[in-house]
């Protein structure tokens, strides 16, 4: 089967969606495909989060569908979003300050046994969560100082790595970053980029957001430009038209 035959892990077909009189998505289209880094690339106020909430599952499109391998899906909340194999990690990043990695991993998924009981009637099974958990972050190079310590004694760099992480336990088809490497200090992010190309090598659908031209160049396979609402351009990301990157997200592209 060749790769014109496949079908691309996400595909979002003339998405339209308005909040009021604002016309957040002017018939956007894209695509992203496993094994690959899409950067998604605007400037405030470009329609970037809209779409994204709109994979993710917060926002419902008005018009347009989206498709993940190949089959149109009604994405009507986060959690069906998840469940159709979606993960997306905020810039909050939505951890548990008072929790480990393992327990914010399986927070609201935990494995619990036996499974012929309702499942409030199940004992937890924190060895396999810890275990699991512990696999993800080995096999993903994630190095922290003490593993069964509160997130909240890590630093941002670790936390990052764990809402990464965390996303790619469940995340079957689609991983999205929102500003992964923001407020973090270079060697810090180094090891999210890092993360990130790690993600890519196991096949996974990564759609990064970021202000980092650096970051688009190093990593991206591709970058989708919004403004104002409406796609303006798609490029394979390379030093040699950064510049004419910048330009389309300011809008000084002829």
Known sequence: ?????????????????????VHALKDVSLEAWRGEVLALLG??????????????GVHALDEGEIRLDGEAVALHSPAAARNAGIETVYQDLALFDNLTPAQNFYCGRELASPSWLPRGLRFLNGRAMDR????????????????????????GGQRQAIAVARATVFARKIVI?????????????????????????????????????????????????????????????????????????VGAAG
């Open 132 to 155: 699991q958990a512990a696999e993800v972050l080995d096999r993903l190079k994630v190095r922290l100082p003490k593993f069964d310590a509160p997130v909240a004694l890590m630093s």
């Open 177 to 249: 970053l929102d500003e992964p490497t923001a407020a973090l200090g270079l060697r810090e992010s180094r090891k999210v980029l890092d993360l990130i190309a790690q993600l890519r090598e196991e096949g996974n659908a990564v759609i990064l957001i970021t202000h980092n031209m650096e970051h688009v160049v190093e990593l991206a396979d591709r970058a989708v430009v919004l403004r104002q609402g409406q796609k303006v351009g798609e490029l394979k990301p390379e030093r040699a038209n950064q510049q004419e990157l910048v330009a389309m997200i």
């Open 43 to 56: 400037d405030n106020g470009a329609g970037k989060s809209t779409l994204v909430k709109c994979i993710s």
């Open 1 to 21: 089967m060749t790769a014109q035959t496949v079908a691309p892990v996400l595909a979002v077909r003339h998405a339209q969606k308005r909040f009021g009189a």
